[in-house]
């Protein structure tokens, strides 16, 4: 097995967590798969993977190989993309991370017409409100909304949203509707349970009007915190995004909108140090059109 060979194919067992995933991913049988990590560590004379109740896992000397054997990887399809030429678009796996509101509201119905530029091009999503360890995951590109706290990422901002108190008519009509962030120390707020912080920080002009929120009903996914809103059990502080359809429909509306709250930016990262290959930067400048309209 060449080099690039087995760089390759130890990204594939990285990213699938399995020799058999890999396999098949390859097309190529198990044995093939073994034999290749085997020879590959025996010519670095270091142990690349170890076995976890998770399957697979790198070890330290793993993840910095396969940060570099990824680059590697992505840099060779890239050169073969160019040879080909733009107008036969891109192929190979596209592996991308982003919430679960985010991704079934905005990022999974939109992906029709970037499928259909690049048929060769295989995107996997992965659904998850945690900020995974991109490295560990084999993600080639994330999605994150709110403030970036690892300074380990490449980021670049693809969008902003307005944030707002949203509920639906029906609460506000058994509760009364607030007109100042005060009315809202009376009023049920769904907390999102993962957040650092319960402060909504009103402002009006140069006036600050921080609240804590409270609520008896705390979830830990911004589904929970839809979930919660539409069976009527409080208020919520968010992003207009993930509450477009029902703000369309008029099942949810926002309320003190005449305060300002900090805006939620939209950012596309990639670990540090790897250049985003032309299938992650196509998929980012996709996404960007979809914010932007």
Known sequence: MDRLTAMETFVHVVETGSFSAAAKRMGVGQPAVSKGIAQLEARLAVSLLMRSTRGLTPTEAGLVFFEKAKRAVDEANGADDAARGAGNGLSGNLRISAGVTLSRLHIIPNLGPFLEQHPGLNVDVVLDDRL??????????????????????????????????????????????????????????????????????FSQGAHQYPIVADGRLRVTSSEGIRAGVLAHHGVAMTAEWMFAPEIASGEVKAVLTDWELPPRDLWAVTPTGRMAGAKARAFIDYVEGVFSR
């Open 132 to 201: 995974l360890n991109l490295v560990e995951e084999g993600i080639d590109v994330a999605l994150r909304i709110g403030n970036l706290s690892d300074s380990g990422l490449t980021a670049r901002k693809i969008g902003q949203s307005p944030s707002r108190v949203f509920g639906t008519p029906a609460y506000f009509e058994r509760y009364g509707e607030p007109h100042t962030p005060a009315d809202l120390l009376h009023h049920q707020a769904v907390i999102y349970s993962l957040s650092e912080s319960t402060c909504w920080p």
